[in-house]
């Protein structure tokens, strides 16, 4: 769809706000320092792993079928031994390992019936060089890492995380303490940041603002983030002032609503110029966090050059309803290979989300061992 303003479907939002982001640039980072950081280039071992023969064992190295002679040299001769801790080269000649726990030694003679070379680890076992370790888009995690560093890597090519700035809109939230009459706590300051980590973002300290459109729309037009998400104040009421900061911004707003429950408010719109997206969740929770993944995450996604995230197919273990004319994200789990519901699904609530581990997506009425889509959430 192209109609500035319009309704998106939820498929076809997610697909535009992907379409929004450009890719970040590239910076190199020392590898100690990549754990969830998006690889720029594919990887490969940079030489064999392991790059010698080696023991899988502490004992000792023996040559011959014994009884061997201990010695401490570089070269066993037949029927000579020599200590070996787990993962250290074998002396030339070698060609079994005796466990520590399989040998006798009395004092430079050693007796084992054990000797196995399947306790030796050859060289290139595991991978060898040139092997590809790790394509362009893989998002590091700390095996990998090991892997890497294992093979001779010391820095990694990655891509930058883009930045994003929250703004919190509202006179009626509370940071901290009990809700009163007046105030509720706010829950999408502290969760925020945390989605917006785990989808590979650097989020920027959370800005405040209370209901007035020439505050909101000064956050929006004076960050240096790369994508600003703000909270509140995109339905139709007295104080939901999105659409009017955006205004005073000059900015344009591309999607006013997307066809999903809950979460339809949501905005997408461009600051001056169209330099970077601005959108505009909710302001009851779990709307806002249907909205984070349907607009936000996509955009991210591309900048880090990788694809959009997808579901996977899954019967569901009970019924579903549909939406009368649009998309429901349903939070649950899956369990026994079944998505199974969340209980406390409401958009204004939580708890339901807090035990869940994704969305099934669901466009019309399904029977229970129907299939759905499952998408898992980020992290």
């Given at each position: ?12 939002a ?7 982001g ?9 590898i ?7 690889c720029?280039?594919d990887l490969?071992?940079l030489?064999?792993?392991p790059?010698v023969?080696?023991s899988?064992?502490d004992g000792?190295a ?5 009884p ?21 080269a074998l002396?030339?000649?070698?060609q ?7 040998g006798t030694l009395?004092?430079t003679?050693?007796?084992s ?6 306790d ?7 991978c060898?060089?040139?092997d590809?370790?790790?394509?362009q888009?893989?998002?590091l995690?700390p ?9 001779g ?7 930058t995380?883009p930045?994003v700035?929250i ?24 969760q ?14 959370v ?9 909101i729309?000064?956050a ?9 998400v ?10 939901d ?15 006013n609503?997307?066809a999903?429950?809950?979460?339809h ?6 600051s001056q110029?169209?330099k970077?997206?601005?959108?505009g969740l909710?302001?009851n929770?779990?709307a806002?966090?249907v ?7 996509p ?18 273990s ?9 998309s429901?994200l349903v939070?649950?789990?899956i369990e026994?290979?079944e ?39 980020p992290?």
């Amino acid at each position: 769809m192209t109609n500035n303003q319009s309704e998106y479907s939820w498929g076809d939002a997610r697909e535009f706000a992907y379409s929004l982001g450009e890719m970040c640039t590239i910076e190199s980072v020392p590898i100690q320092f990549c754990d969830r950081r998006v690889c720029a280039e594919d990887l490969v071992a940079l030489t064999d792993l392991p790059h010698v023969d080696s023991s899988s064992m502490d004992g000792w190295a023996v040559s011959g079928v014994g009884p061997w002679t201990i010695t401490r040299a570089d070269h066993l001769d037949p029927d000579h031994a020599g200590p070996i801790t787990t993962g250290a080269a074998l002396p030339a000649g070698a060609q079994a390992i005796v466990r520590t726990e399989h040998g006798t030694l009395s004092g430079t003679r050693l007796e084992s019936t054990s000797a196995s070379a399947q306790d030796i680890r050859r060289a290139g076992e595991e991978c060898t060089r040139g092997d590809l370790l790790c394509r362009q888009g893989t998002t590091l995690h700390p095996a990998l890492i090991g892997l890497l560093a294992s093979t001779g890597h010391d820095a990694i090519n990655v891509v930058t995380q883009p930045t994003v700035q929250i703004v919190i809109t509202g006179d009626e939230l509370l940071t901290s303490g009990l809700p009163t009459q007046k105030f509720v706590r706010d829950s999408l300051g502290p969760q925020l940041p945390l989605w917006l980590t785990r989808m590979g973002a650097q989020v920027l300290p959370v800005l405040y603002i209370t209901d007035h459109p020439d505050q909101i729309s000064r956050a929006m037009s004076t960050t240096k983030a790369n994508i600003v998400v703000t909270t509140g104040g995109t339905a139709a009421s007295t104080k939901d002032h999105f659409k009017a900061a955006i205004d005073l911004a000059q900015g344009q707003v591309l999607i006013n609503g997307v066809a999903v429950r809950p979460g339809h408010p949501m905005k997408l719109a461009v600051s001056q110029g169209q330099k970077y997206p601005i959108i505009g969740l909710p302001g009851n929770p779990l709307a806002a966090v249907v909205a984070l993944i349907t607009l936000v995450q996509p955009i991210i996604s591309k900048m880090l050059s990788q694809q959009l995230p997808v579901g996977v197919s899954i019967p569901t273990s009970q019924s579903l309803k549909g939406g009368k004319s649009d998309s429901r994200l349903v939070p649950g789990s899956i369990e026994n290979r079944e998505f199974v519901p969340a209980l406390y699904n409401g958009s204004a609530m939580l708890r339901g989300l807090s035990a869940s581990t994704g969305f099934a997506i669901v466009t019309e009425p399904v029977d229970a061992g129907s299939t759905i889509e499952f998408l898992p959430l980020p992290g």
